[in-house]
Each structure stands twice: as structure tokens, then as C-alpha cells.
């Protein structure tokens, strides 16, 4: 059905419902009757103007409120998040859908901390004019105490098992070995059982030259690689400090920085990191708190009557590592197990059908949330509580959902399913929002035909937009193809068809209980998970055409008369198998090094995306998320999964391996070790 230039007038409004007396009404209805509904719903479609121009408004209106400052990047702990949900539920409600499938248009649910083990909640810097193992376990009248307050002086991102801990400390740069540049921030630095104080992100940091990637992060930046390397070396705990480069961006951004002043960046200007790390995150957590920075400078002062900023431009202008052990502190703290939660909601509006299939149910989804300030997801440089605004990722696919949900309403009879429309929440958590879904359906998955997702479609380039999920079901392509063939010609809608069912996008979820899927994507680029992902850099026009193809497609599937074949993981087609990967972890036996993962071929070449983690398996424990593309195992690329055991089936290979991948255009590099 192509979408052509009308207004439709309905004079009493939007999506008004009228009610008609039923036989339960009647004082002798029977028992039954009186069961049944008192009024049913006769849809009045929606008043909508379906002009070019005027649907690239609507969409473009969307994405600038939903990317606005006002939203904060929609964070899990932002009210933005809050204002956004209550933005889509209303345009839902204006579009005459059903919108109270749970007493209202919000499906609630509670996201728990996922660790078990205990979080940081007290610590202070104890002074003492001597160190000695009875020092270390108690303290008299004569030490000085810095009592440091939870929020305000420092945030716990991870800890170690409950209980006090008492620990000598040391600085150790930005705690890097990165021995490929010959440059080690733990060279003669014994750490074992201490607290080990590191500069975020790295050095050189403006520099284009650095050997650490230029401007770019390497993977040596990331708190998790700091962490990581922290406990090889033994350390008993991690004490993060923001750098200058990250106060003074902040400070030339607000505009409060004198150029000629040689004074730092007032304290006022600096955030501290909000996050909890669990399993996934690194393979078995030891204490790690972010330290207000006045903190760590005044601590520096006393201790080695030195500087801190003059250490950190020495480590810049030599690339040599300034460590150094802390005299006479001790951190102290405590950890407890206090397993916070917080309530979160998807928003769930249906089109009701009608006809012998209308009891079957089409999803069209997008998440509607983003990092926040800062998120642990942000790829920005200079990360000091900056709104990422999320245009793209995931404003675009919102408003396309929204868009989608007006004009399916606008049509003049009712189509033969019905279309679930779900704007989920926490997808960047780990697609908490769809896997809440799956697990309580609001309407049985063996009677969803399929779900449509849209994550990422607001920079259509070139005309080149990807479909994924092709092999999913065996009508998607000529389905796909004959709708785009309807509503532009190939010249001006380029489609980019992929064969899998699986990513790191709510889609996902959907496949994983075997429901056709279809992922809409328009690529990465250099604003993805950075502040820098704004509203004018979104492509309207290609906003409207995804918009249109998207209703083509759902009209389709609600009005053919059969359902879509599905094509599971589980398919026992040799062609799909090829297609949708294989297992790069046989089991000949328990001893058997696995990576556990699932693989197939990846479309650029450069290696083999991740299409299935093993719970707490070695990939799953080392931050390793499906959509990945690893490229080289101890340096040796790989194209296949038989390439990856190959390498860790070697017979006189260590029980470690250095796994390098791809997250978009983010490259990481994590060393992952078989268990014992």
C-alpha cells in the first residue's frame, strides 16, 4: 500500500470511541452474558495528515523532544526517562489505541542491582605517623581520620565479598601495562594487597600522535581494562581519579576557564561515575570507589609534597610511569550486600484486529531509552556528566514507532491482527525491557506472527538502509522487497539484506522464543554513544521513508491470510545452519578450553560476530556481548569458529588468550583465562 498525499477529516476527533448496549445489559441475560463486556469499542480512525512535509514534522518534532536537554539522555536514573514514557503513552492515547492492557499504558517492572556481593558503603583516608600489620587492624587517638561521605566525596562501582577491609595504598598512574609501547604503570610496584589509587582514561589524551590510539579511546582507557589489570597484579582494591583533561574539558565548555590561569579547574566542575559492575563486568570483583579528585589532590599534597596535576604532565610529556606507594594512609571501609532496585516501565499500546485472525499479534518495538550523563556505555573522550542525547540511538526508532502507530490508526478499516506497539525501556542495560516481555507475554508468543524492530534509523545515508533477520522466516526478503517496490523505487530506498535473528538490539529477545524478527538499522557512525548524537544531524526525509516502509510491512503481515514459516536457531536447514552460524565450543570433553559462544560469519569479513553467549561462560564473564565481532585470537584473525578452537585447542597453548573484537567502531582487547 503505497502512502499517498491525503487528509483524512473526521469530524469528531481523535480516535473517539463510541459504546453499544450489550445483552448483558438485559435483566434476563443469562449468566454467560452477563460475563461478557458491557460496551465494545468501534474504532473512529485517527485524523492524520499524511503530506510528506507533515509527517517529516511529526517525526522530527519527536526526536527533538525526546533528544532534548529537558530529557537528560533518558538514563535509567533520570526523569527524563520518566518524561519520555509519559511522551509516547500520551501519543499512543492520542492515536486512539488501546492503551490500558495494564490498567493504563505502562507494563512495570523492577530492575534489582545484579550483584550479590557487597557495595562500598563506608570509607575513610586514616593518617598515622607509622605503618605495621597491628597498624593496619586498628588505630589509636594519635591518627587522623578523613571520613568520606557516599555521594558526595565517592560512589562505589564494585566490591568484594562483605565485611571491613583496612589497606595500605599506592598510586600507580593510570594504572596501564600496556607492553606492546613499553609503557607499564606497575614496572617495580608491589600492589599485592593494597588499594591502588589510578588516573581515569590515559595519557596523551589530546594528543593525535599518542601510541595509545591517537585521540581515541584505546581499549587501556576503559574502567573495566583498569580493573582488570588492577587485580593480575594483585591489587585489593581500586580507587578511580577523574584527570585534568576530563575537568578541563568541562571547564572550557561552561566557559569558566581563564586561559591564562594556571589554577585547576574548580572542584564544583567534576562528576563522579554512577554504576554498579557485576560478573559480566570483570570475573570476580574487588573493591572500586571513584574518589572526588580534591580528595586525591589534597592526599598527594601531604604525602609527597608534590602535585598531582605536575605529576600528570610529566607522565605526558615522557610517556614514563610516576608511581609511587602512599606513606602512612590506610583506606578503610566497609561493604554490605544492599540490593537496591528501581522501577521501570515499557509502553504498551494494541491496534485491535479483526476478522479469524485478529487474536494473532504483530510487535512493532523500539527502546526508548538512552545512557543518561556519562552512562558506563558512553565512547566519549572526555566524560564528565554530559547529557548523550541519544537522537539516533534510540529518538529515531521512538519516533518512527510512534509515527507508525498514527498512521496504521489512520486507516480506514481495521486490519486482520492485531499490532502490539511496545517502547521498551533499560535496552541499554542488556534489553531488560523486551526480555521482561518474553517472559510474561501479554499475549501468548505462539500467536505473535512476528515483531518488528527499529533501533538506530535516523541517519539513513546514501539511501542505504539494513534489514536483519532475513532467514528468520522464509517470506521476509520478497515481503520486505515488495513493500519497499510500493512505496519508493530501489534507487531511493537501497536495502541491505542480513540473514540473522540475533544482536544487541531488542529483537533479540523476540528470536530467542523462536518469533520471527525483523531489525531495522541505518549504521553506525562517529556520534554513537557519545554527547554528540543531536537532534540535527537526524535525516527527516529518511525518517519518513523508513516510517512508511515500516507501515507497509505490518500492513502486510496483519492482512495476508497465512502466517510467516519460522526459521529458528533450531532449524535443522543446512543452508540456514551456514547462514546463522555454529558453535565455536564442541564439548569433547569437560577439560576443554571454551570460549562460550556462538558464532557465525560476520558480513564485513572481519571475523565472527557473537550470536549466543553461555551464561557466565568465559565470554560472558569478560564483558563480551552478542553483536561483537571478534577478530583475532592471540593475534591470529579468525573467519570462523573452527579457527577459534583451533587456537584454544592448541596443545602447548597457555590457559590464557588475548581475544580482540568490535563493538561498532569501538575496538577492545580483554585476556580471558580458563578456570582450574
Not at 228 to 257: F, Y
Not at 322 to 329: F, L, R
Request: with cysteine.
Amino acid at each position: 500500500m503505497g502512502i499517498s498525499a491525503i487528509i483524512l477529516l473526521v469530524v469528531c476527533g481523535y480516535g473517539l470511541r463510541s459504546s453499544l448496549s450489550l445483552a448483558s445489559d438485559r435483566p434476563d441475560a443469562s449468566p454467560k452474558e452477563k460475563t461478557a463486556k458491557k460496551t465494545v469499542s468501534v474504532r473512529v480512525p485517527l485524523a492524520l495528515e499524511l503530506e510528506e512535509g507533515a509527517v517529516e514534522k511529526r517525526l522530527m518534532s519527536d526526536v527533538e523532544y525526546l533528544a532534548s536537554e529537558e530529557l537528560e539522555g533518558r538514563g535509567v536514573r533520570t526523569r527524563g526517562l520518566e518524561l519520555a514514557g509519559e511522551h509516547i503513552a500520551k501519543a499512543f492515547t492520542d492515536s486512539g489505541l488501546t492503551a490500558d492492557h495494564y490498567g493504563g499504558p505502562f507494563h512495570h517492572f523492577r530492575l534489582f542491582s545484579a550483584s550479590r556481593r557487597g557495595s562500598v558503603q563506608t570509607a575513610e583516608l586514616v593518617k598515622s605517623q607509622e605503618t605495621s600489620s597491628e597498624k593496619l587492624s586498628s588505630s589509636d587517638s594519635s591518627d587522623t581520620k578523613t571520613t568520606l561521605v557516599k555521594g558526595t566525596d565517592f560512589t562505589s562501582l564494585a566490591a568484594g565479598p562483605q565485611g571491613r577491609f583496612v589497606l595500605p595504598i599506592v598510586f600507580a598512574g593510570y594504572g596501564i601495562t600496556a607492553e606492546k609501547i613499553n609503557y607499564d604503570d606497575y614496572a617495580n610496584l608491589d600492589v599485592r594487597g593494597k588499594a591502588v589509587i589510578v588516573l581515569r582514561h590515559e595519557p596523551q589524551r589530546n594528543d593525535a600522535d599518542s601510541p595509545f590510539d591517537g585521540t581515541e579511546n584505546s581499549p587501556h582507557a576503559f574502567v573495566r581494562s583498569k580493573i582488570k589489570n588492577a587485580m593480575e597484579h594483585g591489587a585489593a582494591a581500586l580507587i578511580l581519579c577523574t584527570g585534568t583533561a576530563e575537568l578541563q574539558h568541562v571547564s572550557d565548555e561552561s566557559g569558566d576557564t581563564d586561559e591564562s590561569s594556571s589554577d585547576p579547574p574548580a572542584p564544583g566542575a567534576e562528576s563522579l561515575l554512577q554504576a554498579e559492575l557485576g560478573r559480566a563486568d570483570v570475573t570476580d570483583n574487588i573493591p572500586v570507589i571513584h574518589i572526588r579528585r580534591a580528595v586525591i589532590e589534597k592526599l598527594i599534597r601531604e604525602t609527597l609534597s608534590e602535585e598531582l596535576t605536575a605529576i600528570e604532565k610529566r607522565i605526558d610529556q615522557t610517556l614514563k610511569p610516576e608511581s609511587k606507594t602512599i606513606p602512612n594512609i590506610t583506606l578503610s571501609g566497609e561493604t554490605q550486600i544492599i540490593r537496591s532496585s528501581r522501577r521501570l516501565r515499557n509502553v504498551v499500546a494494541s491496534l485491535e484486529g479483526s476478522g479469524e485472525n485478529a487474536e494473532e499479534t504483530i510487535i512493532v518495538g523500539a527502546h526508548y531509552d538512552h545512557l543518561g550523563k556519562d552512562g558506563w556505555g558512553s565512547l566519549s573522550l572526555n566524560g564528565q556528566g554530559e547529557v548523550h542525547y541519544g537522537a539516533d540511538d534510540n529518538a529515531s526508532g521512538t519516533a518512527v514507532l510512534m509515527e507508525v502507530a498514527r498512521q496504521l490508526a489512520s486507516l480506514p478499516k481495521p486490519l486482520g491482527r492485531r499490532v502490539l506497539f511496545i517502547a521498551f525501556s533499560a535496552e541499554e542495560l542488556g534489553l531488560i525491557g523486551s526480555k521482561q516481555y518474553v517472559q510474561d507475554p501479554l499475549f501468548p508468543l505462539n500467536q505473535t506472527v512476528a515483531m518488528v524492530n527499529l533501533d538506530m534509523v535516523g541517519r539513513l545515508r546514501e539511501g542505504k538502509l539494513t534489514a536483519f533477520g532475513m532467514e528468520t522466516a522464509q517470506e521476509w526478503s520478497q515481503l520486505v522487497v515488495a513493500a519497499r517496490d510500493k512505496i519508493s523505487s530501489k534507487d531511493e530506498l537501497k536495502l541491505i539484506l542480513r540473514p540473522g535473528g540475533y544482536g544487541p538490539s531488542d529483537h533479540a529477545s523476540f528470536y530467542e522464543k523462536g518469533v520471527p524478527v525483523l531489525h531495522f538499522f541505518t549504521g553506525f557512525h562517529p556520534q554513537y554513544h557519545r554527547p554528540s548524537d543531536v537532534a540535527n544531524l537526524i535525516n527527516g526525509e529518511g525518517l519518513r521513508q523508513i516510517a512508511a516502509l515500516t507501515t507497509e510491512i505490518v500492513v502486510e503481515l496483519a492482512n495476508r491470510e497465512a502466517r510467516l514459516t519460522p526459521r529458528s536457531s533450531g532449524s535443522s536447514d543446512d543452508s540456514i545452519a551456514s547462514l546463522l552460524g555454529e558453535m565455536a565450543d564442541p564439548v569433547p570433553s569437560p577439560d576443554s578450553p571454551r570460549l562460550g559462544v556462538q558464532v557465525a560469519p560476520d558480513s564485513g569479513g572481519e571475523g565472527v560476530v557473537i550470536r549466543r553467549l553461555v551464561s557466565k561462560g568465559l565470554a560472558d564473564q569478560n564483558g563480551m556481548r552478542v553483536g561483537d565481532v571478534i577478530t583475532s585470537v592471540n593475534d591470529k584473525p579468525v573467519r570462523s569458529a573452527a579457527e577459534i578452537v583451533e587456537v584454544l585447542q592448541k596443545p602447548d597453548s597457555p590457559k590464557e588468550w588475548t581475544v580482540r573484537f568490535k563493538r561498532g567502531d569501538v575496538v577492545a582487547e580483554v585476556v580471558v583465562r580458563q578456570s582450574l
